[in-house]
Structures are given as C-alpha cells and as structure tokens.
C-alpha cells in the first residue's frame, strides 16, 4: 500500500480526496494489475478499487497487490455503483488521459467537484523501486542477448526489415515483446531519427542504426547501436566519432542532483564544437519503465533533477539528410553515487 499511501499524500497536498486512474501506465503501477487497458482505479480515502470486466476476474485478483480490492464489472455499473462512495468528494482525473466523453459518463453519475490533475501518478514512477529496477534490468539483458544474435546479419545484401524480425522473432522467443516498432536505418536513411526498418537493402559502406526495446512483464528497455557495414565514408566516420564522443562524455557526467538540461548539454555541447548542432534534431534521452518515454526529460532547458533510482536513456544523435545518420543510446540507472549502465552491447569503434 506504499505507492497508495504516497499518491493520497500527494492528493492531499493538492487539496483532493480521491483519484479515477484511467492512464493504463499508472493503473498498473498502483494496482499491479497486467492487463490495464481494461482496468480503471478509484483511489479514495477509505480504499483503492480496481474495476475491470469478467474477462480479467482470475487475472486481477491474481495480479492486484495487497490492500487493492477487485471488482468486476461492466465500466458503466462500475461508475454507478462507485457514485455513492465518491459523493461530494473532490475528486482528480487524469487531464492527459481521460477522453471527454468518458468525463462526461463520469459527470452524468457521481456528484463530485471535478479536477483535472497531470503528472500525479508520473511523479511516483520516477523513482523505481529495487524490483522495478530488476524488471528494467532483465529486459535490457534479453535485449543485449537477441542484439549479439542478430548483429552478424546486418552485412550487405540484408534487407532492413529483415533485421527487424530476427529482433522481434528473438525477443517473442525469449518471453518479451518489442517495445516499440524497431527502428533500422541505413545509408541515407539513418538520417531520419525515428526510420522504422524499411526494405531498403543494406549496402556496402552503410551506417546502420538499429534502436529497439524489450517489452518483459509490462517493464521496457530500450537501447540504439550505429553498425558500421564494410568501410563507411570518412564524412561517415566522423559523424559516429562526434556522436560516440558526447554520448560517452554524457553518461560519464551522469550523477543524482544533476540538473536534467545541464546533462543535455553536455552532449549538446560537445556536438556543436564538431559543427553538428542542428543536425542534433531532438533530446538527449528521457525516462524509461512501464512506458519507453517518461520522466525525467533529458532535454534543453529541462529542470528535472537526476535522482537515484532514475533510469533513463543517453542518446545523442546526429542527422545529416542526404547523407545519412547516427545515434548511440544506452540505458543508465542513476545511483547513489553515479550511474550503472545497464546496456551491454557493445559500442562499435570507427577509425
Ligand atoms: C517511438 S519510441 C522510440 C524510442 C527511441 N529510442 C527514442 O527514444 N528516440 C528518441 C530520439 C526520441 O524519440 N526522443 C524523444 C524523447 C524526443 O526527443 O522528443
């Protein structure tokens, strides 16, 4: 009841008495429930409540945690049946989250004062638990794992969408699924950031960025290697030089109390001495858990505070149209005293 009883703190401080949790994110992480689309949570003084349909009635009593009571039923009956509990509470939904016309079912059935709240639930899940920590940790492993068995079909002559599978075929066979849809960007390609694996076939000279993630037990991982195929162009070189040499100075700056944009502009910097500002098109990394991006937020200007027990991606990248790209993204835990990388694939070295 730990997480409850830190979430009606945090209620409390905002002058609210209860909570309808509809982010699936957050009604997994409150109620340990594995199929959360089809769950919703009512946090209330007295208890925590977690609805769901007679799909789930062996699974949600099996997953729900301690203290989190279950009860089945169709969304509608749920909500009135709830209505005389909530009555004149002031109640928080999630403004992210909740659409408008599931507010309008809950306004038509429970007279409460109604407040959009936005990051509640986020905050708690910044900083993972031991377990969490363990759940990130397997999932990267059996990411690093399916990535040393793939990487010696990424040659000339291989589709990228072939590369895609052996990942994803790797990652179902090991328990997991992909995290999100596999990126595998080669030769001119690489210079879109996010190039999910297209037919193109990889040649001779190619960069080939590969950025993937593992999906084990609703926690995600989340990694990018840049591979060299036979000898890229020295331009080429010099762009994974650039972008090797701040994503190393970036994750050794890692450190709890560090200011989240000062990080971002360690690699920032770093890029720009190398001519490579603007072709650095997006952050530096961000949070990873039960969802590939949450906080904190790696990013220029960012004021979020690194903190032990954060984990979150480092990854600098440099996109040049017409010419290609590179990204290199490793997945850091913040520690007491520094970081620990929990990605282990190696990098590769260009000279
Ligand atoms: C669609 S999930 C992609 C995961 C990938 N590893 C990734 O995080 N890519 C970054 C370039 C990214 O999307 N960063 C975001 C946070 C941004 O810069 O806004």
Redesign the pocket.
């Known amino acids: 009841m730990e997480k409850i009883e830190q979430l009606r703190a945090a209620l409390a401080r905002r002058g609210l008495q209860a909570l309808w949790v509809s982010d699936p994110a957050n009604v997994r992480y409150l109620s340990g429930f594995t199929h959360p689309d089809d769950g919703r949570l009512l946090v209330t003084p007295g208890a925590a409540v977690l609805y769901t349909d007679g799909r789930y009635t062996v699974q949600a009593q099996e997953d729900a945690l301690p203290g989190i009571e279950v009860v089945i039923a169709r969304p509608l009956e749920a909500i009135e049946g709830a209505a005389p509990a909530v009555a004149g509470m002031k109640m928080g939904v999630e403004g992210a989250h909740l659409t408008v016309s599931a507010l309008e079912r809950l306004k038509e059935r429970w007279q409460v004062q109604f407040h959009p709240v936005e990051g509640l639930v986020e905050e708690l899940r910044l900083h993972k638990s031991a377990d969490e920590v363990a759940g990130i940790r397997a999932a990267q492993a059996l990411a690093d794992r399916v990535f040393a068995e793939v990487r010696p079909q990424i040659r000339a002559g291989v589709r990228e969408l072939d590369i895609a599978m052996a990942l994803e075929q790797g990652l179902r066979q090991a328990g997991a699924t992909s995290?999100?849809?596999v990126?595998v960007a080669s030769g001119v390609r690489g210079a879109l950031?996010?190039g999910t694996a297209s037919d193109r076939v990889i040649e001779d000279g190619d960069l080939v960025t590969v950025?993937f993630?593992a999906n084990l037990n609703g926690y995600n991982s989340?990694?990018?290697r840049t591979v060299a195929v036979g000898q890229p162009a020295d331009e080429l070189k010099r762009l994974y030089n650039a972008v090797l040499e701040a994503e190393e100075a970036a994750v050794r700056a890692v450190r709890p109390g560090l200011k989240a944009g000062d990080l971002d502009a360690v690699a920032r910097d770093i890029l720009a001495g190398h001519g490579l500002a603007e072709a650095f098109a997006?952050?530096l990394?961000?949070g990873v858990g039960l969802v590939?991006?949450e906080g904190p937020?790696l990013?220029q200007g960012s004021e979020d505070v690194l903190a032990p027990g954060m984990v979150i991606?480092i990854?600098p990248?440099a996109y040049v149209p017409g010419l290609g790209g590179v990204?290199i993204?490793d997945l850091v835990l913040v520690t007491e005293d520094g970081y620990e990388v929990l990605s282990h694939s190696p990098r590769e070295t260009l000279a």
């Open positions: 995290a999100f849809d990126i950031p996010h950025d993630g989340d990694m990018t997006h952050s990394g961000h590939v991006h937020r990013a991606t990854e990248g990204r993204e």
